[in-house]
């Protein structure tokens, strides 16, 4: 963030210790390659908020812009991520029926992490996946939800993966205009009554057998029945294994 004489400093924090009462502007360096005894930064800084105890007033203003910053959109572009990792780590629920992850949908069981910390990541309101995308935090099982409390369906007006709240939470011209709805889940397959339909096509007297070899056997009985309701009359549910000559 800082680099020279005073050294590489990694975080705002200590860029914030630095600040004089003759010396209130602080430039912050945006995602760089290493140069030099600086390390370089590869991604944002990780806090929601900083303290600064600095006197400042109309005559003595206090300034913290993006390095080389001259007027909007100039300047490096700096990432506040607003993520911290929780000091004691994350833990997999694998048992959604007590404990910790009591309630947690049984879909959704083996894809949630917890993590307990009473430090500052718990000030944490939202998250980076390892794709940049953006995901949230929820303080009950029942926010696992559409909906949730914590939602935020805002997004930017281009880049639409990204949430925001207002306009300068958006890259570059992009304005927070865009809308993001949630689900709770998602398939690529066809219902069976989009498969019913897709068969439509088929002269039902020429169909000799249709054989059900993908899914749960109590689905594929269920399936079999709407089929036979929908006039298709030999229906085969093969068992794993079994060879059927046509």
């Known amino acids: 963030m800082i680099c020279g004489a005073t050294g590489p400093k990694k975080t705002i924090d200590e860029g914030i210790a630095l600040l004089t009462t003759t010396n209130k502007v602080l430039e912050i360096r945006g995602i760089h390659a290493t140069h030099g005894s600086c390390p370089g930064i590869t991604r944002g800084y990780n806090a929601d908020w900083y303290l600064v105890e600095e006197t400042c007033t109309a005559a003595n203003t206090c300034v913290i812009q993006p390095y080389q910053y001259t007027v909007p959109g100039t300047g490096d572009t700096v990432y506040l991520d607003g993520t911290k990792s929780p000091s004691s780590g994350w833990t997999r629920c694998t048992d959604c029926t007590a ?18 910390d009473s430090s500052s990541a718990r000030r944490v309101v939202g998250a980076s996946k390892d794709d940049d995308s953006p995901t949230y935090r929820v303080s009950v099982a029942s926010d696992l939800t559409n909906s949730h409390a914590n939602y935020n369906g805002k997004r930017c007006s ?33 219902d069976y009554n989009e498969m019913i339909t897709f068969l439509q096509c088929q002269d039902k007297k020429n169909v000799k057998k249709l054989f059900l070899v993908h899914g749960e056997f109590a689905v594929q009985e269920f399936f079999s029945s709407k089929l036979t309701e929908s006039g298709y009359e030999q229906i085969d549910i093969p068992e794993l294994g079994e060879e059927v000559e046509v």
């Open 99 to 116: 404990g910790v992850c009591l309630n947690v949908p049984a879909a959704a069981c083996s894809s949630t992490w917890y993590a307990t």
């Open 158 to 190: 281009t880049a639409t993966w990204r949430a925001c709240d207002y306009d300068h939470d958006c890259p570059g011209v992009e304005t927070c205009t865009a809308t993001s709805a949630e689900i709770d889940s998602y398939s690529g397959h066809a």
